[in-house]
């Protein structure tokens, strides 16, 4: 049984279930999630150059993430729909260490947190960088999609190695 002012995703009968959250104050609440995409050298670097054959990296993965921010309560069964006051996805590219570090960013003034948002605006933006390269290259990996940090509700986080 769960404690008072405890949330609990778990009905009386174990069943999942969306959280209550009307009689939690709404604060302004941020969060920045991370995700990187490895690939050789080379291929990191017409990412760069804007020159796959699949066209503008950058852009397109920067759209692809703030579109999917703006969907996750579809995507994710137990997600709230939030009313998304920003979201942004910024990416860096590394060709000498074959690497494409994707940051999702997201923000709202709500009775529940944007984690789930940003990381979705993370880890899309990264799906989108590995489809439009794979006809460059297929052993491209996505990894270390996680939360970088967040702040309002009830504790600000922040993860000690987090990336800029």
Same mark, same amino acid.
């Given at each position: 049984?769960?404690?008072? %002012?405890?949330?609990?995703?778990?009905?009386?009968?174990?069943?999942?279930?969306?959280?209550?959250?009307?009689?939690?104050?709404?604060?302004?609440?941020?969060?920045?999630?991370?995700?990187?995409?490895?690939?050789?050298?080379?291929?990191?670097?017409?990412?760069?150059?804007?020159?796959?054959?699949?066209?503008?990296?950058?852009?397109?993965?920067?759209?692809?993430?703030?579109?999917?921010?703006?969907?996750?309560?579809?995507?994710?069964?137990?997600?709230?729909?939030?009313?998304?006051?920003?979201?942004?996805?910024?990416? @860096?590219?590394?060709?000498?260490?074959?690497?494409?570090?994707?940051?999702?960013?997201?923000?709202?003034?709500?009775?529940? %947190?944007?984690?789930?948002?940003?990381?979705?605006?993370?880890?899309?933006?990264?799906?989108?960088?590995?489809?439009?390269?794979? %006809?460059?290259?297929?052993?491209?990996?996505?990894? @270390?999609?996680?939360?970088?940090?967040?702040?309002?509700?009830?504790?600000?986080?922040?993860?000690?190695?987090?990336?800029?």
């Amino acid at each position: 049984m769960q404690s008072p %002012g405890e949330l609990s995703h778990l009905d009386d009968a174990g069943r999942a279930r969306m959280v209550d959250v009307g009689t939690k104050p709404a604060t302004d609440r941020r969060a920045v999630a991370r995700a990187v995409v490895s690939m050789s050298e080379a291929t990191a670097a017409a990412v760069e150059r804007g020159d796959a054959p699949k066209g503008d990296v950058i852009s397109t993965a920067r759209i692809a993430g703030i579109q999917a921010a703006k969907r996750t309560a579809d995507l994710v069964p137990l997600c709230h729909p939030l009313p998304l006051s920003f979201v942004d996805v910024s990416i @860096e590219v590394l060709p000498e260490e074959g690497r494409v570090l994707v940051r999702g960013e997201a923000r709202t003034t709500a009775s529940t %947190g944007v984690e789930m948002e940003a990381m979705t605006a993370a880890m899309v933006a990264a799906l989108c960088v590995y489809d439009m390269v794979k %006809g460059l290259e297929r052993g491209v990996t996505v990894a @270390e999609v996680a939360l970088v940090e967040k702040t309002g509700g009830r504790e600000d986080w922040r993860r000690p190695e987090a990336l800029s």
